[in-house]
């Protein structure tokens, strides 16, 4: 992962350390701060394989551009973005103007000259390869750019699965391989606009899918209302689709969320930080403390004080 802050570099040398990051991240663009005293960035970007990458981006409002000289370079890939504010695209060439809404995304030929005038913003950036692209998804290249509002099928999906890869810091080889092709997946999707759930059938949908769906649910483990129509409302599908999904993996939602709760409240039982079993149960999500004794009973073959007393004599 490389990353990259206006608080890093000496304030005279912020933009030519910006250029530098972007034109190896992704492709060469111009940036113009409205205000260049107060002008902030922070950049995140990895590579996932040779040919694939995902970033993210906060700037203070800026114009960029994509010039001819920059296209110059020879890049011919695909550069896909989501933004978390509203943005102006100017399309050389004689093409129109287009006005980008929040959550919408938005896949350019890097070969393309363009013009974008951000307000402050945050942003999610893919480097798709071009063979594959047109290999899975023939259709992109009937156009130079392609703008899909965010309520397209497989948008949200899209943005949160690039997100998270973002914040997995132990993603690498052969998981980050796999990621990748998730995200050619994940972008055919969106641009065939095709319904949600039958779509998500295709092979690589699901399995990401199911990854958005497991991360949800370890970020709201401690949640006691959350359930399977909560989790599937938030992906945008149904709640017959979550289970679907777990059912392929041999088990259900209910079973895993169980699970996974057992394994934080029996971590939190190791660790010893003064709390009751009681008083973790409860924080871990369980709502009724004799419902958590059997299932911790039945999942570890032991119960909570047994397991906190082995953790005491490891500390003696």
């Not at 802050?5 to 663009?29: N, Q, T, W």
């Not at 107060?38 to 590579?47: H, P, T, V």
């Not at 402050?120 to 750019?145: C, F, H, K, W, Y």
């Amino acid at each position: 992962m490389l990353r990259l802050s206006d608080r890093d570099v000496p304030a005279a040398d912020r933009l030519s350390y910006l250029h530098d990051f972007v034109a190896r991240s992704v492709a060469g663009l111009h940036f113009t701060p409205k205000d260049r005293t107060g002008f902030a960035f922070e950049l995140a970007s990895r590579k996932l394989d040779a040919a694939t990458v995902v970033g993210s981006a906060r700037y203070s409002a800026v114009t960029g551009a994509r010039t001819r000289e920059l296209t110059a370079d020879g890049r011919q890939n695909y550069m896909l973005t989501i933004h978390e504010a509203g943005y102006e695209i100017d399309l050389n060439r004689g093409l129109r103007n287009i006005s980008v809404a929040r959550g919408d995304v938005v896949i350019v030929r890097e070969s393309l000259e363009q013009t974008f005038t951000m307000p402050d913003t945050s942003l999610l950036a893919i480097v798709l390869d071009e063979r594959r692209m047109n290999t899975l998804a023939p259709a992109i290249g009937s156009q130079p750019l392609h703008h899909l509002p965010a309520a397209t099928p497989g948008a949200r999906m899209l943005a949160g699965y690039g997100r998270m890869l973002l914040e997995d810091c132990a993603l690498d080889g052969a998981a980050a391989q796999l990621a990748a092709e998730h995200l050619y997946q994940l972008t055919a999707l969106a641009l065939e606009q095709r319904e949600a759930e039958p779509a998500a059938e295709q092979p690589g949908i699901g399995e990401a899918r199911l990854v958005l769906v497991r991360d949800d649910i370890a970020r709201n483990l401690a949640d006691p209302d959350l359930d399977i129509a909560v989790v599937a409302r938030r992906q945008g599908v149904t709640p017959r689709y979550v289970q679907r999904l777990f059912e392929r993996e041999g088990t259900t939602f209910s079973r895993f969320l169980r699970d996974r709760r057992l394994d934080l409240a029996r971590k939190a039982i190791e660790q010893g930080d003064g709390r009751t079993i009681a008083a973790i149960a409860f924080d871990c999500g369980f709502g009724d403390l004799s419902h958590f004794n059997k299932a911790f009973r039945e999942r570890f073959a032991a119960t909570p004080r047994d397991i906190r007393a082995a953790a005491l004599l490891r500390f003696q």
